[in-house]
């Protein structure tokens, strides 16, 4: 089945679920502020520890993604008007066709695989999160017509013929971009050369995907357990097929055909050569690393300890941090 970019109804695709009501009309700055403050700060009512697994951490995750959902932003948006410089930085970043159509893919996975659970809550919860990917797909459809970045025209989106490989690879693939996006926007932030009201529009859609892997990495954990033996082999099986397949994504440039048939390349290891289009500062690969694990560790500080976090990106950063510091230092005393 394909799905044109304009139909896409989490309602329909997943049987059951009733998308949120969002409010209506300007709401005041407390309000907005209060609900950013609730995005970001959760604490699980029961104060036993949790078996991860158990019913009791499969409701900490689903009421921690449905008591964070901020209704307000980002739906609510507010363009700034840019001078021709800034303007040139935001058309000229070579992101736009990639991360378009990857919302696009995201939210019709997160609700094929909905489509699938049996258990009502979580079904409802990966809804949920399919809407949300949603919304962050009219968001940047919105900007790139706002401020006239020109996309190849988007592809037709097919729905997965095995909806929990697909949900996976979506899943695994945020914590990867996730954990390298939130330090490229910290960078972003701090360089000063993108207006501050731009990047406030963008920064409750961050907070957002970090709620989007902390309720995957629970949802892994959660499903693992509800397995028997031959299904959890099986399982773990796929999961390393998945991060197989992640990884040699990465190590190439995708290339493909629009939906003209038109050949075209995007750079899908932006993280590598993006960080020099955020800033005017020399920064070292150490240095955007270093960034990233901090601002990965913040994003995740306002929430229930007891949950879950992504491991594995952090993880390996870590480990690569004292190789990478080392031949950055022997780099600097040959030039030096």
């Known amino acids: 089945m394909m799905l044109q970019q304009e139909a896409f109804d989490t309602e329909t695709l997943v049987p059951g679920y009733r998308e949120p009501v969002l409010p209506t009309g300007e709401p005041d700055a407390a309000t907005v502020a209060a609900s950013e403050t609730r995005t970001r700060q959760w604490s699980g009512r029961a104060r036993e520890r949790i078996k991860y697994g158990s019913d009791l951490h499969k409701q900490m995750m689903c009421e921690m993604f449905a008591e ?194 038109n050949e075209h390349a995007q750079d899908n290891n932006f993280t590598v050569t993006g960080a020099q289009s955020v800033t005017e500062q020399e920064l070292s690969v150490a240095a955007l690393m270093t960034c990233c694990l901090r601002e990965n560790d913040r994003r995740f500080s306002g929430y229930d300890e007891r949950l879950l976090r992504p491991t594995t990106m952090p993880f390996l950063v870590r480990c690569a941090l004292p190789v990478l510091k080392f031949f950055e230092r022997r780099k600097q005393r040959r030039t030096g």
């Not at 363009?79 to 970043?93: F, K, Q, V, Y």
């Not at 990047?199 to 409750?204: L, N, R, S, W």
Request: aromatic share 14%; charged share 25%.
């Open 68 to 261: 964070t959902f901020n209704p307000y932003r980002p739906s609510v948006l507010k363009w700034p008007t840019l001078d021709e410089a800034a303007l040139h930085r935001i058309t000229s970043l070579p992101i736009w066709d990639i991360a378009v159509q990857t919302e696009g893919k995201a939210r019709l996975r997160m609700a094929a695989y909905a489509r699938t659970v049996a258990d009502p809550e979580i079904r409802n919860a990966l809804a949920q999160n399919a809407w949300e990917e949603n919304r962050h797909k009219e968001v940047l459809s919105k900007m790139v017509q706002h401020y006239g970045i020109p996309l190849v025209p988007e592809p037709a989106y097919e729905y997965p013929k095995d909806p929990e490989w697909a949900y996976l690879v979506t899943g695994y693939s945020e914590c990867i971009d996730s954990f390298f996006a939130f330090g490229l926007f910290k960078v972003a932030h701090d360089s000063g050369l993108f207006p501050p009201e731009l990047i406030d529009t963008f920064e409750p859609v961050m907070q957002e995907e970090c709620r989007h892997i902390l309720l995957f990495a629970n949802w892994v954990a959660w499903h693992r357990a509800q397995l028997g033996l031959f299904r959890r082999i099986a399982f773990e099986f796929k999961v390393f097929r998945v991060w197989c397949f992640l990884g040699l994504e990465r190590m190439e440039l995708a290339k493909g055909l629009d939906a003209n048939g």
